[in-house]
């Protein structure tokens, strides 16, 4: 059968995810990733798929369908494709690039069968689509807010959709490393739009003398921010501090926590990720026709529509969180400051 699976996504991945719900069976094939494993006679089991036959003891075991794919069989299946590829041998079981390359298409998997993201990729959609409508000079010129401005949104979606990326696929650590850049970017362009005379210093300054601190720009729009989620969670994971290690330990095994060596879903790291993004991405889209005035002008209807509609997706994901995880209030009582969230939109 011709391989119809992705670039560079392990095929039986994509075979199983393909027939699991056509033909679910407590057998998977190992060789091409097909769940359609069964008893080709009382003394061979063999996969329809790709032909691989083994003999079977037909008079102890018989094969037995499932009436219904449980997710945990579907989560069991991946993490046997995870750590078994055909070919590969000699490793011993340590670590290679094309293991951790196969956990995380795996995890992948995973995360989108158990998260919904739909609402996050149409505002990745917008955020890339907004360089577009600038306008402004592509150069410096006595004001350099709008040039820089417009570099920095010609980098942060691509910053942004990379994060995205390591995030599904269980990279958590370095996803937050490129969080806490998103997150700069947008401190960066919401503070020096209301002081454009400290931008260029701030720029060429070969000292720290004349460059504005993060902590300066945190506490100007929301106070506490800086020291409570900027400077001891995200600045932590970035420097290798404590969090970053705690996020890589199997915290389920108490005082004997282990080091997860490769990746893994993790219900609350890859919530506590998608939640801190969302108000980035919030701020980035809400903000922008304030940073270009031009932008109304030059938008198209479908381009300003779906902008519109990306901020009433991501405020009503924002408003669920924080209505269902009361102990968030606090954190959102500084978010609804940082990116001018109403809750209404």
């Known amino acids: 059968m011709a391989d119809e699976s992705p670039k560079g996504v392990d095929p039986r991945i994509h075979r199983f995810a393909e027939s699991a719900q056509q033909g679910p069976s407590g057998l998977l094939c190992l060789t091409c990733g097909s769940t359609a494993v069964d008893q080709r006679s009382r003394s061979e089991l063999a996969c329809a798929a790709c032909g691989t036959a083994v003999p079977w003891e037909g008079e102890k075991f018989a094969v037995l369908r499932y009436v219904v794919l449980t997710e945990g069989a579907i989560d069991d299946a991946l993490e046997v494709l995870r750590r078994t590829r055909p070919g590969v041998r000699g490793d011993r079981g340590f670590m290679t690039y094309e293991r951790l390359l196969q956990a995380a298409l795996a995890t992948e998997a995973v995360t989108?069968?158990?998260?919904p993201m739909e609402r996050h990729l149409k505002a990745l959609d917008v955020l890339l689509r907004l360089p577009s409508f600038c306008g402004g000079s592509p150069t410096p010129d006595d004001d350099w807010f709008p040039w820089w401005c417009y570099?920095?949104?010609?980098a942060v979606g691509h910053s942004a959709a990379s994060l995205f990326d390591l995030w599904q696929r269980g990279f958590y650590v370095e996803a937050t490393v490129l969080l806490r850049r998103v997150l700069e970017v947008f401190i960066q362009v919401r503070y020096f739009h209301g002081h454009r005379s400290e931008l260029r210093p701030?720029?060429?300054?070969k000292t720290r003398k004349e460059r504005v601190l993060f902590k300066t720009?945190?506490?100007?729009?929301a106070p506490g921010y800086y020291h409570h989620h900027y400077g001891e969670?995200?600045?932590g994971v970035a420097h290798g501090g404590l969090p970053s290690t705690t996020m890589r330990l199997d915290l389920s095994k108490g005082q004997q926590a282990t080091v997860i060596p490769d990746t893994?879903?993790?219900?609350?790291?890859?919530?506590?990720?998608?939640n801190q993004l969302t108000p980035v991405l919030f701020?980035?889209?809400?903000?922008f026709p304030e940073f270009f005035p031009q932008y109304s002008d030059?938008?198209?209807?479908?381009?300003?529509q779906a902008r519109i509609a990306s901020l009433q997706r991501l405020s009503e994901v924002m408003s669920s969180h924080r209505q269902g995880q009361r102990q968030s209030a606090p954190w959102y009582e500084s978010i609804e400051k940082l990116v001018c969230w109403s809750g209404t939109e």
Do not use: I, P
């Not at 989108?112 to 998260?115: C, G, N, S, T, Y």
């Not at 893994?264 to 998608?274: D, F, G, H, P, S």
């Not at 030059?298 to 300003?304: A, G, H, M, N, R």
């Open 264 to 274: 893994t879903y993790n219900e609350r790291l890859a919530t506590w990720v998608l």
């Open 202 to 205: 701030h720029l060429t300054s």
């Open 233 to 235: 969670m995200l600045s």
């Open 151 to 154: 570099t920095q949104y010609c």
């Open 283 to 287: 701020g980035l889209l809400k903000l």
């Open 217 to 221: 720009m945190f506490e100007t729009f």
């Open 298 to 304: 030059l938008v198209d209807t479908e381009s300003s």
């Open 112 to 115: 989108r069968r158990k998260l």
